[in-house]
Structures are given as C-alpha cells and as structure tokens.
C-alpha cells in the first residue's frame, strides 16, 4: 500500500455560517492542495468535509496517517463512538440523535477502504500543515459574500 500523510481543517465564520474547508496531502515529494466551502455550514461540518474529500482524492486504498486538530473526528474514530453510534442506529449514549449523520455515513466507506490513524494536534499552535489548512478553508469562507 501507499503511504500518504493528510491534513485537514475546517473553519466557520458563525457556526452555524459561512464555511471552509482545507487539505494538504503528501504522497513522497508530491503535495496537493485543497479546499472547498458552503454558506450555510458549522465547523464541525466543515471538519468532516475535509477529511472526507481528502480522503476521496485518493486514487486507490492507502495506508494514511491523517492529522487534524477536530477532536469532534479524532474523538468519534479513535474512541470508538462511531462504532457505537452506527450499532446503535445513529443514537448517542445519550438517546440523542447524531449530528451530522449524512457526513458520518459518506465517511464509512472510505475508513473501509483505507488503512488510517487519526492523529489529533492542537489547533492554531503552529503546526506547519495544520497552519495551510486553516488558511485554505478561511479564504474559501472569504471568497463568499
């Protein structure tokens, strides 16, 4: 399999509000770049997004190590609540519904196709890709009017 590292972000202006998203992916020497955005969006949307898109750029299955500073995504793969929320037909411990259900399930496949660790890294500290994209998925909120 190749290997490939991917970092995402998402940013909103309002949450909910106009939305970004940003990827870096780096398979040897080659970077990509990318990013998208919505108007009517929330951060959280915005982080699954780019984890999702990223992941869809990937021509065949992959070994991934993928870094973003969303503990909403890190959290909900590494800890396992995804498992649960889909045994338990969407429902959080809590009997509440699970936000962003559609996003959750356009993800599934995907974490079946490849092999990835999520990797969290705190946000706006200086993390080099962490960095780009955050000012990738600020400037596409920006372009909107």
């Known amino acids: 399999m190749k290997y490939v590292e991917i970092f995402t972000d998402g940013a909103c202006s309002g949450n909910p509000g106009k939305g970004g998203w940003g990827a870096v ?5 080659v970077k990509k770049e ?22 869809e750029a990937l021509k065949e299955p992959c070994k991934v190590t993928l870094t973003t500073d969303s503990k909403y995504v890190c959290d909900a793969i590494n800890q396992g609540w995804l498992k649960s929320w889909v045994k338990n ?15 959750w399930q ?3 496949p995907l974490l079946n196709t490849h092999h990835i660790e999520f990797v969290w890294v705190k946000g706006h500290n200086g993390h080099k890709y962490n960095e780009r994209c955050d000012e990738l998925a600020v400037n596409e909120y920006l372009k909107m009017d």
Do not use: C
Not at 25 to 29: D, F, G, M, P, Q
């Open 106 to 108: 356009e993800l599934l």
């Open 25 to 29: 992916l780096i398979y040897n020497s």
């Open 34 to 55: 990318m990013s998208g955005g919505e108007r009517e969006t929330t951060n959280n949307r915005m982080e699954l997004t780019a984890v999702i898109k990223a992941l």
């Open 89 to 103: 037909n969407w429902r959080k411990s809590d009997k509440k519904p699970v936000l962003n259900i559609d996003l």
